[in-house]
């Protein structure tokens, strides 16, 4: 939405050319109510009725204020004096009465800047926290066992704050593996959606240990289907201001609210198991990632029970998926006993070959520059591993079929 500031002379065509929908304001002070209540609105057109000074004062006190915005001023006569002053104003664009592809022009110029101004700078998103999204197309493979076991090892006793969010709306584990009271959940994030900043998420949050918080899923019937996948979205957003990880345990769909968490992450932990079926999902799951123009190098495979003795080898696997397999997790009676017990097997045993081999994982896909890495992919790469931002959301995309 646009703010006009226009006590008198609105018209259907002057809407159509501010474009975006517009909100209309009588006066500078409605405007600034506007936007305490909006912190989000990029754009201010101020209209040819208000006072000239009092318009300079106005772009002038949001100059510092609220960088992102941007005031567009519609005057009756234009001349250099004017645009001098409006320039030390703050205001981007001075537009001439009636001159409506003009004004049409300079709203998007406008809203372009502050698009770009807003934006996180790459180094602002390498100094943010790394989300890694654990997910398998195949129920039952030890997506939750590895996001719990992955999230400790990445914390290490407290060396880094890490944040595991139980992505499995409707069927979530998390709780009952760590052992832990579901007092707070997504459900609380409800009445934040659309306005959720980073003291709002770590509201959310369950402390664990070492460490570890997490965020639950909802564990009444009903409640997984009113969480909007835009949340998802803004919690991930906002958790990896806080934390140096984000985990996230998923369900086995595509849903969009696990493409909106692969849209957010830095890492695409995809599992699997040594049976067709799984690695059959998993090719389909690879497809889709390609699909949807996620880089190679953010994804890493890991093979759950690769020990199994169920008649596929490791290449007989890596031929399937068409892709190497970045790391290898013993089959162990420990696991289902460990969770039974509501100790995670990297934090009762980090010496079991379980736990030993999703820290080596950890070290070698998770914690080593990118260049050393890009376990997914079997490629190098000097970039760093941060997907570029997407103009349209991964369910989107899938909708449309884009590439
Ligand atoms: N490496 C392993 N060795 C032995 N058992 C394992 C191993 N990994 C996972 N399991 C067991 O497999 C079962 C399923 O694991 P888990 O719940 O982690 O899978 P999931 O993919 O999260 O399942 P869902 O799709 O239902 O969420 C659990 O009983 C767990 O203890
Ligand atoms: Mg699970």
Redo the contacts with the bound molecule.
Sequence with gaps: MTILCQAVGRSPELDASIGGGVRAADSLAEVERMLTADPGETLVVIGPDIDTEAALGFAAGQRLRRPALGVVLVREQVDVELLTRALRSGVREVVTAGELAELAQACERSRALSRSSSAPSAEEQASRGQVVTVF?AK???????LAVNLALALADGGARSVCLVDL?LA?G?VAINLQLDPNRTLTNGLPMVGRLDETGATSLLTPYRDGLSVLLAPVTPGEAEKIPAALVSELLDALRESVDYVVVDT??QFSEHVLNAMDASQHHVLLTTPDVPALKNLRLTLDMLDLLSYPREMRSVVL??SDAKVGLSTEDVERVVRCPIAAY?????D??IS?NKGTPIRTSTPQHP?SQAITRFVQEALLKPASATAAGAGETSREPRIPPPRKQGAFARLRKGRR
């Design positions: 398998s129920g039952g493979c030890g997506k939750t066992t499995d069927f584990d369900p086995s759950n029970r997790i013993p089959s162990s009676r696991v289902p969770i379980v």
